[in-house]
């Protein structure tokens, strides 16, 4: 089954929850994740995305990518900072642009430069808007983003809509990795009643309350990355995942 169908599919039951993984060696080695993985897995966690904003190396990102698949079989998705953060040992790459750089790169440069990549590495495209919203984070900076103002809703839920009437299939709104505070929920609801293709969020889930909140507002999948990188994996995550699995709209 493709990727993007799995999503769909599981979305008609409830809403998801995405684990990122940073292949960054600095952050944690291959055994980590091997044993992130796995217990990723049974927590119930829905797809383990892969990337980061800085210190991608292919060869590590391949070992990477070869652990996660070697100890849970949950799809594996790219979530690429950039052209080399692509791997053929993936099962797909969310194809995102980032709508509101102020940098063409980031919006068509860098995806022209890994569309024939992504071609050659026989994985499935996932089209996607990256939207950051304030305070945005490592990415705003690295990606040149001019951050959504938090009391804009109808900004985002602008640049949301022309994600979707441009053929994307997802919508990312995204606060930044490690930010205090997450996306504020009338900016996820303005959003959401905006758009008819699955809404993700990112930044800032460290807590249970903090998804719920989010999904109350009408977001479809919760990604969460800084605390997938606590030294007690269970621990952290077990709260965060079951208020996903346990939500019901």
Wanted: proline share 6%; net charge neutral; hydrophobic share 45%.
């Amino acid at each position: 089954m493709k990727v993007l169908s799995y999503i769909h599919e599981k979305l008609e039951k409830g809403p998801l929850h995405f684990s990122l993984i940073d292949p960054d060696p600095v952050k944690q080695n291959l055994e980590a994740i091997a044993s992130k993985a796995s217990i990723l897995e049974k927590l119930g966690t829905d797809a383990i995305m892969v990337g980061g904003s800085t210190n991608i190396v292919s060869s590590i990102l391949d070992d990477t990518v070869k652990t996660i698949k070697k100890n849970c079989s949950l799809p594996v998705i790219l979530f690429p900072g950039n052209i080399s953060g692509i791997t053929k040992k993936a099962d797909a790459i969310f194809f995102m642009s980032l709508l509101n750089s102020r940098n063409p790169y980031w919006i068509v440069g860098a995806q022209v430069l890994g569309a024939p990549i992504v071609k050659s590495a026989g994985i499935e495209p996932i089209s996607m808007a990256y939207l950051v919203i304030e305070p945005g984070g490592t990415v705003s900076f690295v990606g040149d983003a001019k951050p959504i103002p938090r009391n804009k809703p109808g900004l985002a839920a602008a640049y949301a809509l022309a994600a979707q009437y441009l053929g994307m299939s997802l919508v990312y709104l995204e606060a930044g990795s490690g930010v205090k505070e997450p996306i504020q929920p009338e900016i996820i609801k303005t959003v959401k009643s905006a758009i008819d293709i699955p809404l993700i969020v990112g930044g800032g889930m460290k807590t249970a309350d903090a998804v719920t909140t989010a999904l109350d507002a009408g977001a479809d999948i919760i990604v969460t990355g800084t605390a997938c990188e606590s030294g007690d994996t269970e621990k952290t995550m077990r709260p965060i995942i079951r208020a996903v699995k346990d939500f019901k709209r």
